[in-house]
């Protein structure tokens, strides 16, 4: 998977963090995570295409997370995309809808879906699932995780053992399928290892620390996590309902995530801040990194 | 009076050319032309105040023109803004301003007032009035002039010879108000010279070469016109309701206008097109220059 930071600032941009989008690469698509203002613009100076986003997800409506969707929608119709756009978001994303097309002349020529969605599994297809969940924040807000589905190891020797020959029958077996061999069913669990997990992104969106943040978080192998705000002025991440370094830091530490990345980073603090920042957080949780924009990393 | 172009695309941008915007600094106020998405990033990167900007103008509803008022609007109360905004448009504006208000969470807490115009005199002040023309799209949309209110020159060794006091007199007479003096009054138009025309800047917005255009842009000190396509494509002006850069420099010439600026250029064209652009412009209207994102000029 290739996790692309388009957008790294909070409610206020600067000329170094655009407001927050974050795409993910994985699985033959490209799935965006929030669309700030600008965040074509950001798509352009990155390897993202934007044609290849299948789905967009929005994790509440405040401007910074949703302003760049109207530009982002007709862009791909004025450039001839044809195929399907889905849009998941919290209660309120029909009223975005209607906005969005009634913003000006809005001419979009392709499907897209929008769908109101909730806590619970979102996509659950062969390769991954994309689950969501409510957290803390001033307004209603989802996370979201996407975890790949990843095979059991196929026991090659268990399977010549078994008499299956080598070839396609390995393959059907592997993928779960049972095979007759010599009138003998062979059944894919004889011959598959323990379930493996896959690899599980988290992504906070604008959140209190809280215990929902943490159990959904669990055992993620990277977890993306707001930060609005350096301890110091925790009052501040109180009152807006948002998170400090230190508040992400622990969530990462307390949900047994391998890897934390710190985003939505207020731009009052210049960059001394943000070492401050980082510094604070990995103290507590060692493998921390400062997301910047355009930032590309791959797991 | 001051030029920022913000944008300087057409409905497709690039790394190098955002959506259309242009600034006016002139009279200690900052208007404001256009508002593509991503306007308030690259004032970011200019001289404009986003505080200090007090009008917009909208020349149409396309998209292009228009997405980056959302989130203009929000950041400015975000940063504390309580100074009224005018924003000013063709009919159409008050359904942008429903949408502008759903499109999630909009919290703007400073007053905003949006004005349904046609084309006629729009700002009539002490210092500048502000005009607006239907020009011929492929939807109603607006050209705009600003041309200064140049005071006649006052004739100093006259207003002596008249017995005027050197002195506060002569400031009152030189603004239009009769003074008297030893019984005798002195009216300004004895003391003041022919009526001068003051700078004046005219924006075609979106359009296709038209008699109204070059009657609106009559002796600008500086015409800024669209200039989408260069001419091998004029078929596609005029599908899409635009003008070539020679459509552009013609209306130049036949408007008497000074100095010409083309923009919303169209992001097809390279480099090597850019210059194409610019000689077969020159070649109709030699003092014409090629606009490029955030480029300031002073007038």
Do not use: W
């Amino acid at each position: 998977m290739e996790i692309i930071f388009l957008g790294t600032s909070s409610a206020v941009h600067s000329k170094e963090r655009n407001h927050p989008s974050i795409a993910i690469k994985a699985f033959g698509e490209t799935i965006l995570f929030d669309c700030g203002e600008a965040t074509q613009r950001q798509i352009l100076h990155s390897s993202v295409s934007p044609m290849k986003i299948s789905k967009i997800f929005i994790t509440h409506y405040h401007g910074d997370h949703i302003l760049g969707l109207p530009g982002l929608l007709q862009s791909m119709s004025l450039n001839g995309r044809e195929s399907k756009l889905t849009i998941y978001g919290p209660k309120g994303l029909n009223k975005i809808k209607d906005a969005i097309y009634s913003l000006g002349y809005c001419v979009i020529e392709y499907p897209v879906e929008f769908i109101e969605i909730d806590s619970g599994i979102i996509v659950d297809n062969e390769e991954y699932f994309i689950t969501a969940q409510r957290v803390k924040h001033n307004t209603l807000s989802l996370a979201y995780s996407i975890e790949e589905k990843k095979k059991p190891r196929f026991l090659r020797e268990k399977a010549i053992e078994l008499g299956v020959p080598v070839g396609p029958a390995f393959g059907r077996l592997h993928n779960g399928e049972e095979v007759e061999i010599d009138g003998k069913i062979i059944k894919p669990e004889q011959v598959l290892g323990e379930p493996r997990k896959g690899t599980k992104i988290t992504y906070s969106g604008d959140t209190r620390p809280c215990e929902e943040m943490i159990m959904f978080a669990r055992d993620s192998t990277l977890l993306i996590h707001e930060s609005t705000f350096i301890q110091k002025d925790s009052i501040n991440a109180e009152e807006y309902g948002h998170s400090t370094s230190v508040d992400a830091a622990y969530t990462a530490r307390d949900s047994n995530s391998k890897e934390l990345i710190l985003t939505h980073i207020s731009t009052r603090y210049g960059d001394e801040y943000a070492d401050i920042m980082l510094k604070e957080a990995k103290k507590i949780f060692e493998n921390t990194k400062l997301a910047y924009d355009l930032m590309e990393i791959e797991l």
